[in-house]
């Protein structure tokens, strides 16, 4: 929402450029507290909506949190794990989120390695028990890869690939109504809010 003394403050509340090539006026105005470009001729109103909130702008109001990412979707949760770690190590005491689950679903083989360092420093800060990564590998199995078979008691998946040197994935996608089940289950009756950053198909699911 822009006001009128804002949107004058900036120059916005009537500015008017022309394009004498293209014989074109656009004018910059506020209309009901909006800035509306509108241009010459019979070309419609142009109206600019947001800012908007990143998808995990909330993620401290809860107890445990539940991050959904897919390929590139996964930056705001590693954002996310970086604040956890650096939010345990000064101010533990007033952090209200005491269990974090990631789930990231990517195609490259080779992808972790960029996300390893965080979850390295994660574990050597003795944030094991607080910050549980689940990693889920879409893409072809390479020939040379051996696939495993995970414990019967395993609710995330059912076959796990060696992505990275010391590091394993889940072999496939995740079954969703298994994960929140399984998750619900450790942690009834608490807070869980559920954040995502990933293509709209997946969302629905």
Sequence with gaps: MVSKGYGATLGANQIQRSDTENKTTAVVLVEDGKAVTKMGGNMPAIFIDGPYSAPTEHFFD?????LIAAGIGVTPAASVLRSVYF??????DKLL???VYLFWVYRDIGTLEWFKDILVAVEEQGLGSVVEVHTYYTGEVPPSAK???VPSNDKYGSHIVSASAGMTSYVGRPDFDNIFEAVGGLHPRTKVGTFFCGPKPMARK
């Design 62 to 66: 809860y107890e445990v949190g539940i």
């Design 87 to 92: 939010r345990w190590l000064h101010c533990r």
């Design 97 to 99: 989120t005491r269990k």
């Design 147 to 149: 696939l495993e078979n």
